[in-house]
């Protein structure tokens, strides 16, 4: 049935404002070309160029260059990899569950390891067979910790090589599963878990993860810890029933205080961008919980085209990470003002601002700022990440500057603008920035 020239305005309209919508309140977030389409599980950054991300089908996917680009390692496993750390740029550890189908049947964890930034991956059946580990980190090079189902925590003294069991209270809540744990500082660890309709459950070691006491905080698991100091810790869970919750103390665990959001949906994750900024994932919810008062008030905000988001990672102020299902991967895009328009520009920092007007037909203005003369290139994509055209590729002085694309030969559709700069001269070095940004094109 043809639509009348109103049902188009009427329906361009409604697209416009539903964009708009999207734009004010997940922009910051910006969806990038992802190798996979597996489910993606947790996101490890060491420093805003070097990050790795685990996922189904024992996916290991890998930037050396801030997520300009992602490559899949091999990671010698064929199941879902749950938890990946490294402790730098070569040395890194991940665990995924092992379900052996043929006899003999070996049920339980494999531990990788790596020493050369993942291009090599080993691994091992954990020997305490039918245990599945969640969650493993470490201090330094030599003492980690590793936690998962029945209460079972385990630390190394020597890089991995040998685990020890550790001594967990007797109490009821020792024996449900630990979903993740973290280092406060040398002696101090946390540790968070739980089981649904039963009880949170957090861990707390002071002497390096060798002996861990456990305290019911609340009524559903709690999935993630955020540690802002040696007092303050925020864990983040929850369950469908009663949503997602929270549970913080200010005395190094001392206390806890429950706290129901109000929100449907789980807390998966949970990281801090500054001090006050904090965002928690909430998975199939496609939403984000974030707070800009330290943890006071959170309201909620959809994720960039429904992405369902199972782990954050801000690896400083401006540049942060999300991962989750069907491979998808987001980038934190820093504004100050959280709206795309004509922020003046911070000393330091390049800006991409959002391309006027979007939707656009057939022609659009791409804005950017730069802090210093620099070499760029500014490229358009589509939504499969095939490269359409170059727009600008050479150096340019500080400033705002601005340039039209005109799609007039393009089919209608979501489109992405990537702004790539390097400080003249210094390719690859640290002043390298990568920003993208999404656009419609309605004809």
Same mark, same amino acid.
């Given at each position: 049935?043809?639509?009348?020239?109103?049902?188009? @305005?009427?329906?361009?309209?409604m697209?416009?404002s539903?964009?708009?919508?999207?734009?004010?309140?997940?922009q910051?977030w910006?969806?990038?070309?992802?190798?996979?389409?597996?489910?993606?599980?947790?996101?490890f950054?060491?420093?805003t160029?070097?990050?790795?991300?685990?996922g189904?089908?024992?996916?290991i996917?890998h @930037?050396? $260059?801030n997520g300009m680009?992602?490559?899949i390692?091999?990671?010698?496993?064929?199941? *879902?990899?749950?938890?990946?750390?490294?402790?730098?740029?070569?040395?890194?550890y991940?665990?995924?569950?092992?379900?052996?189908k043929?006899? *003999?049947?070996?049920y339980?964890?494999?531990?990788?390891?790596? @020493?050369?930034?993942?291009?090599?991956?080993?691994?091992?059946?954990?020997?305490?067979?039918?245990?599945?580990?969640?969650?493993?980190?470490?201090?330094?090079?030599?003492?980690?910790?590793?936690?998962?189902?029945?209460g079972?925590?385990?630390?190394?003294?020597?890089?991995?090589q040998?685990?020890?069991?550790? &001594?967990?209270?007797?109490?009821i809540?020792?024996?449900?599963?630990?979903?993740?744990i973290?280092?406060?500082?040398?002696?101090?660890m946390?540790?968070?878990?739980?089981?649904?309709?039963?009880?949170?459950? #957090?861990?707390?070691? @002071?002497?390096?993860?060798?002996?861990w006491?456990?305290?019911?905080?609340?009524p559903?698991?709690?999935?993630?810890?955020?540690?802002?100091?040696?007092?303050?810790?925020?864990?983040?869970?929850? $369950?469908?029933?009663y949503?997602?919750?929270?549970?913080?103390?200010?005395?190094?665990?001392?206390?806890?205080?429950?706290?129901?959001?109000?929100?449907?949906?789980i807390?998966?994750?949970?990281?801090?961008?500054?001090?006050?900024?904090?965002?928690?994932?909430?998975?199939? &919810?496609?939403?984000?919980?974030?707070?800009?008062?330290? /943890?006071? /008030?959170?309201?909620?905000?959809?994720?960039? $085209?429904?992405a369902? #988001?199972y782990?954050?990672?801000?690896?400083?102020?401006?540049?942060?990470?999300?991962?989750?299902?069907?491979?998808?991967i987001?980038?934190?895009?820093?504004?100050?003002?959280?709206?795309?328009?004509?922020?003046?520009?911070?000393?330091?920092?390049e800006?991409? =601002?959002?391309?006027?007007?979007?939707p656009?037909? *057939?022609? &659009?203005?791409?804005?950017?700022?730069?802090?210093e003369?620099?070499?760029?290139?500014?490229?358009? =994509?589509?939504?499969?990440?095939?490269?359409?055209?170059?727009?600008?590729?050479?150096?340019?002085?500080?400033?705002?500057?601005?340039i039209?694309?005109?799609?007039?030969?393009? *089919?209608?559709? #979501? =489109?992405?603008?990537?702004? #790539?700069? =390097?400080?003249?001269?210094?390719?690859?070095?640290s002043?390298?920035?990568?920003? &993208?940004k999404?656009?419609?094109?309605?004809?």
């Amino acid at each position: 049935m043809a639509i009348n020239n109103l049902s188009k @305005t009427v329906f361009l309209a409604m697209v416009i404002s539903a964009v708009f919508q999207v734009n004010v309140y997940s922009q910051q977030w910006s969806q990038v070309f992802s190798p996979t389409k597996y489910n993606l599980n947790n996101v490890f950054f060491i420093d805003t160029l070097s990050g790795w991300i685990g996922g189904d089908s024992g996916i290991i996917i890998h @930037t050396s $260059d801030n997520g300009m680009n992602w490559r899949i390692q091999n990671s010698g496993v064929t199941n *879902p990899v749950y938890s990946v750390f490294f402790v730098d740029e070569n040395t890194g550890y991940a665990l995924s569950w092992n379900f052996d189908k043929t006899p *003999p049947l070996h049920y339980g964890t494999r531990v990788l390891s790596t @020493t050369n930034g993942g291009l090599n991956w080993s691994n091992y059946l954990f020997p305490d067979t039918n245990l599945f580990l969640n969650s493993i980190c470490f201090f330094d090079e030599q003492n980690g910790c590793m936690g998962g189902t029945v209460g079972k925590i385990y630390y190394t003294t020597n890089a991995g090589q040998n685990w020890f069991r550790s &001594t967990v209270d007797s109490g009821i809540a020792s024996v449900f599963p630990v979903e993740k744990i973290k280092y406060s500082d040398r002696q101090n660890m946390y540790a968070a878990g739980g089981s649904f309709d039963i009880a949170g459950v #957090i861990w707390k070691s @002071t002497d390096a993860g060798r002996n861990w006491i456990s305290t019911i905080v609340g009524p559903e698991p709690l999935n993630d810890i955020f540690i802002y100091n040696s007092s303050e810790v925020l864990c983040a869970g929850g $369950d469908f029933e009663y949503g997602a919750s929270n549970v913080y103390t200010s005395n190094s665990g001392a206390n806890w205080r429950y706290t129901e959001f109000g929100i449907f949906g789980i807390s998966r994750s949970i990281d801090f961008r500054t001090n006050d900024e904090g965002w928690i994932a909430l998975g199939i &919810t496609d939403s984000f919980l974030v707070t800009t008062d330290r /943890g006071i /008030g959170w309201e909620l905000r959809p994720a960039p $085209d429904g992405a369902q #988001i199972y782990d954050i990672d801000f690896t400083n102020t401006r540049n942060g990470w999300a991962v989750g299902n069907d491979g998808v991967i987001l980038k934190y895009n820093f504004e100050p003002s959280g709206i795309s328009g004509d922020e003046e520009l911070i000393p330091g920092s390049e800006m991409l =601002y959002q391309n006027y007007p979007n939707p656009f037909n *057939p022609s &659009t203005v791409i804005s950017y700022s730069l802090p210093e003369k620099s070499d760029i290139k500014l490229t358009i =994509y589509n939504a499969i990440g095939i490269e359409i055209k170059t727009l600008i590729n050479g150096s340019q002085n500080a400033g705002k500057h601005e340039i039209i694309f005109n799609a007039e030969n393009n *089919p209608s559709g #979501i =489109y992405y603008i990537k702004l #790539i700069s =390097y400080k003249t001269g210094q390719y690859n070095s640290s002043k390298m920035q990568s920003i &993208t940004k999404k656009m419609l094109l309605l004809k």
